[in-house]
């Protein structure tokens, strides 16, 4: 049925860059706002960033705002995470969501988003 295939993870030095992408199907992608988690390990699941439906609005927690970027293409019903100035701190597993809207907004609560991904996961070391 719905399912969202995350990829792009990988290993990392800080201040390096990283494009995560993920890809929905089985759903009318465009109906969903996207959302990107992330979980480090021993530590709560955290928001990442969210864009809705259209792709016209973004949001960003504060820990990544100006150095990571949310973008989609329905066309190809796929969700992309820009990942800039990579710190040892956002090293953990990306997990992709998709939440049903029946207008334009976002989501930022792990709670509201209907399906997820496998996560793939973003190692950033020296």
């Known amino acids: 049925q719905v399912q969202l295939v995350e990829s792009g993870g990988g290993l990392m030095l800080p201040g390096g860059s990283l494009r995560l992408s993920c890809v929905g199907s089985?759903?009318?992608?465009?109906?969903?706002?996207m959302g990107w988690f992330r979980q480090a390990p021993g530590k709560e699941q955290e928001f990442v960033a969210a864009?809705?439906?259209?792709?016209?609005?973004?949001g960003y927690a504060e820990s990544v705002k100006g150095r990571f970027l949310i973008s989609r293409d329905n066309a190809k019903n796929t969700v992309y995470l820009q990942m800039n100035s990579l710190k040892p701190e956002d090293a953990a597993v990306y997990y992709c969501?998709?939440?049903?809207?029946?207008?334009?907004?976002?989501?930022?609560?792990?709670?509201?988003?209907?399906?997820w991904g496998q996560g793939t996961q973003v190692t950033v070391s020296s």
């Open positions: 969501a998709a939440e049903h809207r029946p207008a334009e907004s976002l989501s930022y609560r792990r709670e509201d988003y209907n399906y």
């Open positions: 089985g759903l009318t992608f465009s109906w969903y706002t």
């Open positions: 864009i809705d439906r259209s792709g016209t609005t973004t």
